[in-house]
């Protein structure tokens, strides 16, 4: 594809590796990045796309997981801004596969927060008689990340939140000992408080959440 090869020959062009080293620190170490900076990263990305628009709008799907398969992070990150792009327009029901396939690929915080807001998020806003299913299936599932995604797929929702599914994600996972689950609990609560106050003081008031929910959820409160 000639897409991922302009791209990846522009990223080594304006590589740092002071900036790399820092960025790498900052994700534990995870991945290894060139060093390049968001906005910076993005111009590259749309300079590149614009420059191979029928190949990209043509094979987006497959581009995307090939750029997620690669070894700098800068790549995941480009794959992440092109799906939130493309899927705007272009979802179908089988994306389900690709989507859950990201989310379990090259794991952590910064990718999985962003595919689950806004690429799992905008297919279910598509496909509503999905969500249930879907959402059931995430959650359930073994895999943390997975689980994560389901308690967080309704940020981009705001007052249209369904409550009882977020209440039910919640209370599914309350006890869970892992810290990235009980920070997607208090991060969901808390921004959802921002629309229904009232909904979620007396929620988690009611309910025994671990501390670290508990007080995230209570912030704006």
């Known amino acids: 594809?000639?897409?991922?090869?302009?791209?990846?020959?522009?990223?080594?062009?304006?590589?740092?590796?002071?900036?790399?080293?820092?960025?790498?620190?900052?994700?534990k170490n995870n991945f290894t990045y060139f060093g390049i900076k968001t906005e910076k990263r993005r111009t590259i990305f749309k300079s590149n796309y614009e420059q191979n628009k029928p190949e990209v709008e043509s094979n987006f799907r497959t581009i995307a997981w090939?750029?997620?398969?690669?070894?700098?992070?800068?790549?995941?990150?480009?794959?992440?801004?092109?799906?939130?792009?493309?899927?705007?327009?272009?979802?179908?029901?089988?994306?389900?596969?690709?989507?859950?396939?990201?989310?379990?690929?090259?794991?952590?915080?910064?990718?999985?927060?962003?595919?689950?807001?806004?690429?799992?998020?905008?297919?279910?806003?598509q496909f509503p008689s999905e969500t249930l299913k879907v959402i059931e299936r995430f959650s359930n599932s073994e895999n943390m990340?997975?689980?994560?995604?389901?308690?967080?797929?309704?940020?981009?929702?705001?007052?249209?939140?369904?409550?009882?599914?977020?209440?039910?994600?919640?209370?599914?996972?309350?006890?869970?000992?892992?810290?990235?689950?009980?920070?997607?609990?208090?991060w969901a609560l808390r921004d959802y408080s921002r629309f229904n106050p009232k909904g979620v003081e007396v929620y988690v008031n009611s309910t025994n959440l671990k501390p670290l929910s508990e007080r995230e959820a209570l912030r704006l409160l």
């Open 66 to 125: 090939k750029l997620y398969q690669m070894k700098e992070r800068e790549f995941h990150q480009t794959a992440i801004d092109l799906l939130v792009k493309e899927f705007k327009k272009k979802n179908v029901l089988e994306d389900i596969r690709l989507i859950e396939k990201l989310i379990i690929t090259n794991s952590w915080w910064d990718s999985v927060d962003t595919i689950a807001k806004y690429i799992l998020g905008g297919y279910l806003l």
């Open 1 to 27: 594809m000639k897409f991922c090869s302009d791209l990846e020959a522009d990223f080594r062009k304006v590589s740092n590796i002071k900036l790399a080293i820092p960025m790498e620190n900052y994700m």
């Open 145 to 186: 990340w997975l689980n994560r995604s389901a308690i967080l797929f309704q940020l981009s929702y705001k007052e249209k939140t369904n409550f009882e599914i977020l209440k039910s994600e919640c209370e599914k996972h309350k006890d869970s000992n892992e810290f990235f689950i009980q920070k997607a609990i208090g």
